[in-house]
């Protein structure tokens, strides 16, 4: 390493350090603080597991349009008002925010991880996988939906749900900066004639809208009263039963376990890995798996089953003569912090990902690859934090990431929209505190390394572009390790460098399908109720029985939206309306229509 970079790798690991600690005291000052002084009720009418995404929509909602007694169970922390900041976001993976799930040993990819073991972060905090996201806000196509629910819901009713969701729970703005790189992408994707996209759904490519307000993350969880309806640091072990029916929840909490009791129901909302594990912990899964480990069967059912990933690769394929974007030196100047903290502004408010595009490779209307740019590579921040967040091998980060140094990085990432992939989650022992088998099968099926080869064939012709070379790009000419007796940029080369190059998104999704009762796939019914064993429902990323056009959190909050309109709401039989004008048609449907 020359000597200016041992100084960035040296400046950044600072930051990492400093981050750390400072997650440290969070993390430490919450559990000490909650450990007495949380509040619980033996019994409620709905419990909802996780603070998440979902569970904060259902939260959030019940709280404003119900009398219902709740209470969200959380494993992890409460939040800083510090750590809200969106550069912040990477920070998060690794540290104890996140759930540092792994994937077992991957036969068709992460070749280039150690162990060929993937990384698959989520959230263990208030807010869930929200507080560590890119902020992308996308609806995807919205005839997807409609599929899920067999009908039961219009497009036009679903589209309500997120118009609804977009003007009473998030904040939505623009990205508030971005790099060359963003606009250079857009250049290219007019000259090849791609289509400007709107916030709905058809194919082509736009800046993002992300969930910020005033340049801060934010997330479903931040409309809650937290001392209120939230008991944080609290992890749940299982769903308590009586005959089939749930009933309630045991709990771990400081160290003691109790039971808190549902008279209505208990939705589990704890995310597309840990909700399968509750309820396989619980007695609802496999039976031959939760014979295995030894638990009494309450329901036999695919739980764990079905796990897909939006899949992708191409970190540092993209390099640039001169620089594009922010760097990771740009990220500590005080100018720009002082920018975010008064004008919530400047590189501090970015996301990560600037523009996304949605593409076919097979010259249909219809995406099968979605784009994310993004102004960094693996190596901008000099192998302190990124590599490690990725799992990157010692050995090829010096072959080859290392190798970019000299050169400015960027990325073009190209994701399978629609992997035809299967994995499952299983657990491994009766013990609530141990991580699941995450085995996502990653690149199983031909078809999903087929695209993905064409995808980077597509990066390689917008690189080509007069939008892309003015501003000094070229593809990375290095064989990657592993990949060596591949003529290079050949269909031979690509199905090697993706193998080995395996990027998650983080979107798994699938655990618990939604689907029809006589299926033998579904876990859950069109209500988001589980099948066979009453006053139980999931209601988060695991339902989702296939992926989305699009990053999925907007999907899931809309998924949220819809359970408790259809499943809670209607139960309750107080008038309650929203007095905004926009939605006096819809409310009408909602309040007097059921
Ligand atoms: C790094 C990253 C970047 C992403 N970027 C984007 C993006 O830009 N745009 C986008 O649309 N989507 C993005 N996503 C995906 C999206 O954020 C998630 O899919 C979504 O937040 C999942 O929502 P959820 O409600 O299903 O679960 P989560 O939000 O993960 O919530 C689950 C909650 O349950 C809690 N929990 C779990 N188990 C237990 C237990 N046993 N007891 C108590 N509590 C428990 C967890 O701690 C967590 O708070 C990203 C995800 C990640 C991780
Ligand atoms: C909610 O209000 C209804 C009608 O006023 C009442 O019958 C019900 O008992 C209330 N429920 C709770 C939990 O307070
Ligand atoms: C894509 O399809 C259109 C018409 O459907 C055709 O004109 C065009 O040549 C096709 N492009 C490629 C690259 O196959
Ligand atoms: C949306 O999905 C439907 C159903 O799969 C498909 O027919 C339609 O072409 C898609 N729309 C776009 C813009 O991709
Ligand atoms: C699964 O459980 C077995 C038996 O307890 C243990 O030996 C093994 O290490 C566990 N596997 C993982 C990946 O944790
Ligand atoms: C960038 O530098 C590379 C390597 O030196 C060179 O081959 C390429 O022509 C340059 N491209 C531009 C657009 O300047
Ligand atoms: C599920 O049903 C399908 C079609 O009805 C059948 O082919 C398949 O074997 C079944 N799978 C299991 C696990 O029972």
Same mark, same amino acid.
């Given at each position: 390493m020359l000597s200016i970079h041992c100084f960035q790798f040296f400046l950044f690991s600072i930051c990492v350090h400093i981050s750390t600690v400072f997650i440290y005291f969070v993390y430490y000052s919450d559990l000490i603080s909650t450990k007495y002084i949380q509040d619980i009720k033996p019994e409620y009418d709905y419990i909802i597991v996780g603070s998440g995404t979902a569970g904060s929509v259902i939260a959030h909602r019940l709280a404003t349009e119900t009398n219902y007694t709740f209470v969200v169970v959380e494993a992890g922390c409460k939040s800083h008002a510090l750590l809200e900041a969106p550069v912040l976001g990477p920070f998060f993976h690794g540290s104890l925010l996140d759930w540092q799930f792994q994937t077992v040993p991957q036969k068709h990819a992460c070749f280039a991880m150690k162990d060929r073991k993937c990384k698959l972060a989520q959230g263990k905090i208030l807010g869930g996988s929200s507080k560590l996201n890119n902020m992308i806000h996308i609806r995807g196509n919205l005839s997807h939906y409609v599929n899920w629910f067999h009908g039961k819901h219009t497009k036009e009713y679903l589209e309500k749900q997120f118009e609804f969701i977009e003007q009473n729970i998030l904040h939505l703005n623009d990205v508030q900066y971005q790099s060359d790189l963003a606009d250079a992408v857009l250049g290219a994707a007019k000259e090849l004639n791609y289509a400007k996209l709107d916030i709905d759904f058809k194919s082509g490519f736009r800046k993002n809208i992300v969930s910020q307000n005033n340049g801060k993350r934010w997330c479903? =969880? /931040?409309?809650? /009263?937290v001392n209120k309806h939230v008991v944080t640091n609290a992890l749940v072990e299982k769903v308590i039963f009586k005959g089939n029916t749930a009933i309630g929840i045991k709990i771990l909490l400081a160290g003691r376990q109790s039971n808190i009791y549902a008279r209505k129901g208990v939705i589990l909302s704890a995310g597309a890995i840990n909700t399968p594990k509750i309820l396989q912990l619980s007695g609802v899964g496999p039976q031959k798996l939760l014979k295995t480990i030894g638990i009494p069967v309450v329901k036999n059912l695919p739980v764990g089953e079905n796990i897909q990933d939006h899949i992708g690769t191409g970190l540092d394929f993209v390099l640039f003569n001169k620089s594009v974007s922010i760097s990771a030196m740009d990220m500590i100047n005080p100018l720009y912090v002082l920018n975010y903290f008064i004008n919530g502004k400047g590189p501090w408010t970015t996301p990560g990902c600037e523009v996304i595009g949605f593409l076919s490779t097979k010259n249909q209307s219809d995406p099968d690859l979605q784009f994310m740019v993004l102004p960094v590579g693996l190596s901008s921040d000099r192998g302190s934090l990124l590599k490690n967040n990725v799992n990157i091998k010692d050995e090829v980060w010096h072959k080859? %990431? =290392?190798?970019? %140094?000299n050169s400015y990085v960027g990325t073009i990432l190209p994701l399978i929209l629609h992997p035809k992939s299967r994995g499952h989650v299983y657990i491994n022992s009766t013990d609530p505190k141990a991580p699941p088998l995450v085995d996502p099968k990653y690149l199983s099926h031909e078809s999903d390394r087929e695209t993905l080869i064409n995808g980077l064939k597509l990066v390689i012709k917008f690189v080509n572009t007069k939008s892309i070379q003015n501003i000094g790009g070229y593809i990375n000419q290095n064989h990657f390790p592993g990949c060596e007796q591949f003529e290079i940029f050949t269909d031979s080369y690509f199905d090697c460098y993706i193998k080995h190059l395996t990027l998650t998104s983080y979107h798994p999704v699938g655990t618990c399908s939604m689907g029809l009762? &006589? =299926?033998?796939? =579904? !876990? !859950? &019914?069109t209500s988001f109720k589980v099948l066979g064993v009453e006053k139980l429902y999931v209601a988060d990323a695991s339902v989702l029985p296939t992926l989305p056009s699009g990053n999925i959190n907007a999907a899931i909050a809309m998924m949220a939206s819809v359970f408790f309109d259809n499943s809670i709401k209607v139960k309750n039989h107080i008038p309650f309306c929203y007095k905004n004008d926009l939605f006096k048609e819809y409310l009408f449907n909602v309040c007097f229509d059921r």
């Amino acid at each position: 390493m020359l000597s200016i970079h041992c100084f960035q790798f040296f400046l950044f690991s600072i930051c990492v350090h400093i981050s750390t600690v400072f997650i440290y005291f969070v993390y430490y000052s919450d559990l000490i603080s909650t450990k007495y002084i949380q509040d619980i009720k033996p019994e409620y009418d709905y419990i909802i597991v996780g603070s998440g995404t979902a569970g904060s929509v259902i939260a959030h909602r019940l709280a404003t349009e119900t009398n219902y007694t709740f209470v969200v169970v959380e494993a992890g922390c409460k939040s800083h008002a510090l750590l809200e900041a969106p550069v912040l976001g990477p920070f998060f993976h690794g540290s104890l925010l996140d759930w540092q799930f792994q994937t077992v040993p991957q036969k068709h990819a992460c070749f280039a991880m150690k162990d060929r073991k993937c990384k698959l972060a989520q959230g263990k905090i208030l807010g869930g996988s929200s507080k560590l996201n890119n902020m992308i806000h996308i609806r995807g196509n919205l005839s997807h939906y409609v599929n899920w629910f067999h009908g039961k819901h219009t497009k036009e009713y679903l589209e309500k749900q997120f118009e609804f969701i977009e003007q009473n729970i998030l904040h939505l703005n623009d990205v508030q900066y971005q790099s060359d790189l963003a606009d250079a992408v857009l250049g290219a994707a007019k000259e090849l004639n791609y289509a400007k996209l709107d916030i709905d759904f058809k194919s082509g490519f736009r800046k993002n809208i992300v969930s910020q307000n005033n340049g801060k993350r934010w997330c479903t =969880s /931040d409309n809650l /009263d937290v001392n209120k309806h939230v008991v944080t640091n609290a992890l749940v072990e299982k769903v308590i039963f009586k005959g089939n029916t749930a009933i309630g929840i045991k709990i771990l909490l400081a160290g003691r376990q109790s039971n808190i009791y549902a008279r209505k129901g208990v939705i589990l909302s704890a995310g597309a890995i840990n909700t399968p594990k509750i309820l396989q912990l619980s007695g609802v899964g496999p039976q031959k798996l939760l014979k295995t480990i030894g638990i009494p069967v309450v329901k036999n059912l695919p739980v764990g089953e079905n796990i897909q990933d939006h899949i992708g690769t191409g970190l540092d394929f993209v390099l640039f003569n001169k620089s594009v974007s922010i760097s990771a030196m740009d990220m500590i100047n005080p100018l720009y912090v002082l920018n975010y903290f008064i004008n919530g502004k400047g590189p501090w408010t970015t996301p990560g990902c600037e523009v996304i595009g949605f593409l076919s490779t097979k010259n249909q209307s219809d995406p099968d690859l979605q784009f994310m740019v993004l102004p960094v590579g693996l190596s901008s921040d000099r192998g302190s934090l990124l590599k490690n967040n990725v799992n990157i091998k010692d050995e090829v980060w010096h072959k080859y %990431f =290392s190798k970019s %140094f000299n050169s400015y990085v960027g990325t073009i990432l190209p994701l399978i929209l629609h992997p035809k992939s299967r994995g499952h989650v299983y657990i491994n022992s009766t013990d609530p505190k141990a991580p699941p088998l995450v085995d996502p099968k990653y690149l199983s099926h031909e078809s999903d390394r087929e695209t993905l080869i064409n995808g980077l064939k597509l990066v390689i012709k917008f690189v080509n572009t007069k939008s892309i070379q003015n501003i000094g790009g070229y593809i990375n000419q290095n064989h990657f390790p592993g990949c060596e007796q591949f003529e290079i940029f050949t269909d031979s080369y690509f199905d090697c460098y993706i193998k080995h190059l395996t990027l998650t998104s983080y979107h798994p999704v699938g655990t618990c399908s939604m689907g029809l009762p &006589d =299926s033998n796939k =579904s !876990v !859950v &019914d069109t209500s988001f109720k589980v099948l066979g064993v009453e006053k139980l429902y999931v209601a988060d990323a695991s339902v989702l029985p296939t992926l989305p056009s699009g990053n999925i959190n907007a999907a899931i909050a809309m998924m949220a939206s819809v359970f408790f309109d259809n499943s809670i709401k209607v139960k309750n039989h107080i008038p309650f309306c929203y007095k905004n004008d926009l939605f006096k048609e819809y409310l009408f449907n909602v309040c007097f229509d059921r």
